[in-house]
């Protein structure tokens, strides 16, 4: 019986694109100059967003006399817990965080269900002008708040809304507005069009699409524009220092004066431990929802 080799067949080798390495060692020195100064810069606006607060925690730390007769840069010699002491007797701090706390609470909650609402009815819904529409809201952006000052005292003096919390929450979150109505837009934009089409099959209707669908899936943009607005309405000054007479409804802007004493002496460490005390809940809120934050942020950006 006759046996049958097989005798392999050489197979041609295609030509192999020349290996990266050489376009690599061209490279790399480029990349890692980028990355450097990538780096570099990365650290001067760290070092730059960090410093002062730094600096403000630790100064509240020091004494007075620490503060007045040495560097104020330079690290504290003494310890004491004397400055939050004064800070919270010198002034009615508390009172003045529960002020911005309701200001801050009531006038995001305004922008929230305002903003979801104009923006669903803008990008989701539509209408002949809609497109005019939201150019006139994103017009407001660019408005000043000092132009209302004026208008609305008068206005709130007529109809009994002066020296009231509402005083400040209205116009706070009327300013506010545009912001949260181009982020609820640019996020509602890239929701698939077929899920608003499934449900009306389904026989919902426009405002059961909102609440059970629209609304929940703004749950990160609904975080983004809370604290990208609360920062600013926490902050308020000017809207506060025109509206307020009475010190029982004083914000923590207006409640820092307290700390100017006679012939303008101003208690600098107690001021100090009173703004970190003011300063502390807003870097926890940001730090525990930051993620969230970004993530709402990007939503407007990437589609899917």
Sequence with gaps: MMSLTLTPTPVASTPRAPAPENRRVHRSPRLRVQRTLLTVTVVLIVIVQVYPLLWLFLTSFRTAADFAGGDPFALPREWTLDNYARAFGTGNLLLNIGNSLIVTLGASLLIVVAGMMAAYALQVLGFRL???????????????????????????????????????????????????????????????????????????????????????????????????????????????????????????????????????????????????????????????????????????????
């Excluded at 809609?130 to 208008?151: D, H």
């Excluded at 509402?166 to 009327?174: D, E, N, T, V």
């Excluded at 699409?209 to 983004?224: D, E, K, R, Y």
């Design 130 to 304: 809609s497109g005019f529409v939201r150019a006139l809201f994103l017009l407001g952006i660019i408005v000043p708040v000092q132009i209302a000052l004026v208008p609305l005292f008068i206005d709130y003096s007529q109809v009994g809304l002066l020296d009231t919390h509402l005083s400040m929450i209205l116009p706070l979150a009327a300013f506010s507005l545009p912001m949260g109505v181009y982020l609820f837009s640019s996020f509602y934009e890239y929701i698939p069009r077929e899920l608003y089409e499934a449900a009306s099959l389904d026989g919902a209707g426009p405002y059961r699409i909102f609440l059970q669908i629209t609304a929940p899936l703004s749950v990160n943009t609904i975080i983004t524009v809370v604290l990208v607005n609360s920062i600013f309405i926490w902050n308020d000054f000017i809207f506060a220092n025109t509206f307020v007479l009475s010190d029982g409804l004083k914000t923590i802007p207006l409640g820092l004066q307290n700390y100017i004493g006679a012939m303008g002496n101003t208690d600098w460490t107690a001021t100090f431990a009173a703004v970190c005390v003011t300063v502390t809940p807003l870097l926890l809120v940001f730090l525990v929802l930051n993620k969230a934050m970004i993530a709402g942020l990007e939503s407007g950006a990437t589609k899917g």
